[in-house]
């Protein structure tokens, strides 16, 4: 675009100098990237016109490459200063899968005399004009200057006024240069510290499901290395996986993830090179605290990651252990091919389906097939068998990842939930604090870590862990649904009412969070609204879990018809599939069967239910059978003695 244009437009109550390169809002200067800027003025330069994408960022970006994710972020950032500060209509439209269109009326001023500027500073910009050269510390790529045409200077002949550009040119390189010391040596010295990050999933060209798993696979691996980090806090992968879309804004998801920073990124690929640019942005202003940028194509993503990951640390200022420093930058696999067939499995996984669990195990199958040592591999098979209640194959895959990495976190706490379901209360307890120890950003160590304390009726330190969960990851349904379910154990049942209220505030259709509502409306004597949210839950969620909580308080309400019902067809499915005597009993024993509630426990243990008996010692609905030595009997042989 012609830098030099010197054309003024107005728009609402804001003007634009395209000489100045100054945007201002009833006078009062509006803070821009140059690349913003520049995008703002050819949009309306051309207003009313839908511009492609493409034109975009060829205007802009004429001699760059760069992705479409560099200008939908520009757009972002313009509709968030012009929203801001005028409460009215939408300037910027989109137009699906096409461009942007400005489409406020746009009144142009005509032209002013190119007069040389001397210096003028404003909050955070530095401007110096006489071959029109800018410094804006806020610029994507750390530091930019960006030199225009020289025609102004060619016009200005006279003596005087070539002394005085000398003069400023020379002001110019003095305060350039203090400048790059200050922004290199110490990157976030003028910021508040950075406590918390989240790694966004990288942007990719190509959109289909074929390559997005290197989007969020890049991410995931990213969030793994930086999480060895004990001073800072990082969203897991979960939390960040929906923001995925391409149309994503890095600030907005900053915001909503509570962090103080956010790391974004792109990735191109073409066969085996690929381009990579990253920056670390302040969620308070926007400002870049690091930036990188594989200007040549690059073929070793292993050593990309492991400079990220360097980087970063040190433009956080941060001073890491030796222990941090090597897992830092520790490599699971030196095969690429292995490597992509694990963030294949992980994309997979983190959708938390049966269906693609099963997809998830086939890929971390072909991962340690083409590499038999890569932990991490065996690590994500041990996960899926573990969710899919496939107990010999989830020890056996955990054994291999062990055997191969010792300080796994993400198999060493898998194992220890394993054995915690398993009575192994000893074994566990240690497995867990050596999972936080090593790594205590890991959300799920602290989680179910909370459910292994609060079996063994340890509730304060249950609440603790299970808050600490919720710290790192702030949005997660599961683990705000659990905060409650831990105070529920405790018997607090207002303060889980409310967490649960909390959750379905965030997500109304979240079955889990209204069938565990229901459970602590039932303890609250409040058994019609309990009914009503099992109901809702169970037109949410075909769970038959949720139908014996509902017969349970049918019984315990005085509807024992409706409860019989429930446990006539709850035994149907048992004789199919020999399982369910723990939901039995329960039943009998909100039917005050307490013969029969003793006879399903004692099926449910030498059926080796163990999952649901590890809560034998937590659970409120069996309060009424405590008193019973029969009862204490069962907890001793669990390893839950009062």
């Not at 303890?523 to 809702?536: F, T």
């Amino acid at each position: 675009m012609d830098t030099f244009n010197q054309q003024i437009f107005e728009f609402g109550e804001f003007r634009l100098d395209a000489g100045e390169r100054l945007l201002s809002h009833n006078g009062a200067a509006v803070s821009l990237t140059p690349k913003a800027f520049e995008t703002l003025l050819v949009l309306v330069q051309n207003h009313g016109h839908v511009l492609t994408r493409e034109q975009l960022l060829n205007e802009v970006w004429r001699d760059a490459f760069v992705e479409e994710n560099t200008l939908t972020q520009n757009i972002a950032a313009l509709r968030r200063a012009l929203s801001e500060r005028q409460n009215a209509r939408q300037y910027i439209e989109t137009v699906p899968k096409v461009g942007y269109r400005f489409v406020a009326g746009v009144r142009e001023l005509g032209k002013q005399n190119g007069e040389m500027l001397i210096a003028r500073r404003t909050r955070e910009r530095l401007v110096i004009k006489a071959q029109e050269a800018i410094v804006d510390r806020r610029d994507a790529d750390e530091l930019t200057i960006v030199r225009q045409p020289p025609s102004l200077f060619e016009m200005v002949k006279q003596r005087r006024r070539l002394i005085l550009a000398i003069s400023t040119f020379v002001l110019f390189a003095v305060v350039t240069t203090a400048l790059i010391t200050a922004n290199f040596s110490t990157p976030v010295a003028s910021n508040p510290p950075i406590k918390s990050i989240a790694v966004l999933p990288f942007q990719t060209l190509d959109t289909s499901e074929r390559e997005a798993y290197l989007g969020l696979g890049m991410a995931d691996t990213l969030i793994t290395k930086i999480s060895n980090i004990g001073q800072i806090k990082i969203r897991p992968t979960s939390a960040i996986r929906k923001y995925s879309d391409q149309e994503q804004d890095s600030l907005a998801a900053g915001r909503e993830q509570r962090v103080d920073a956010v790391l974004e990124g792109s990735i191109q690929r073409s066969g085996d090179k690929m381009r990579v640019t990253v920056r670390l942005l302040s969620v308070r202003d926007g400002s870049p605290l690091w930036a990188y940028r594989c200007d040549e194509v690059c073929t070793d993503l292993f050593d990309v990651q492991d400079l990220i990951t360097e980087q970063v640390a040190g433009a956080l200022t941060l001073k890491l252990t030796g222990q941090e420093k090597a897992r830092l930058t520790q490599r699971h696999t030196e095969s690429l091919e292995a490597y992509q067939a694990y963030l294949k499995g992980r994309y997979f996984w983190n959708k938390r389906t049966p269906e693609d669990f099963k997809k998830a195990a086939e890929h971390f199958q072909q991962a340690i097939t083409i590499d038999p040592n890569y932990a991490l591999g065996y690590a994500g098979l041990a996960d899926c068998y573990f969710f899919n209640g496939e107990g010999a194959k989830t020890l056996e895959a955990l054994s291999k990842a062990l055997e191969l990495d010792d300080q796994l976190v993400e198999a060493i706490t898998t194992q220890a939930y394993y054995l915690s379901v398993r009575w192994d209360w000893a074994s566990a307890e240690t497995l867990f604090k050596r999972a936080i120890e090593l790594n205590p950003n890991y959300p799920p160590a602290h989680h179910w870590y909370a459910f292994h304390l609060a079996a063994l009726g340890r509730f304060p330190e249950a609440i603790e862990e299970i808050n600490r969960a919720k710290e790192l990851d702030p949005l997660s349904l599961i683990i705000n649904t659990d905060v409650g379910h831990i105070l529920y154990f405790s018997r607090q049942y207002d303060q889980a009412i409310e967490a649960y209220r909390r959750v379905l505030e965030m997500e109304p259709n979240f079955s889990v969070g209204r069938w565990r509502l229901g459970e602590a409306y039932e303890q609250k004597g409040m058994v019609e609204e309990a009914i009503a949210e099992y109901q809702k839950a169970l037109s949410l969620s075909k769970n038959p879990t949720i139908e014996v909580w509902l017969g349970h308080t049918y019984a315990v309400s005085g509807k024992k018809d409706k409860a019989h019902k429930i446990l006539g067809e709850l035994v149907k499915i048992h004789k199919r599939d020999p399982r369910w005597f723990y939901e039995i009993a329960l039943i009998y024993e909100g039917l005050g069967d307490r013969e029969r509630a003793f006879e399903w426990l004692e099926k449910a243990f030498e059926n080796k239910e163990e999952a649901s008996l590890a809560l034998l010692k937590a659970e409120p609905m069996l309060d009424s059978l405590r008193a019973d030595r029969r009862f204490t009997e069962l907890l001793n042989r669990i390893g839950l003695v009062e």
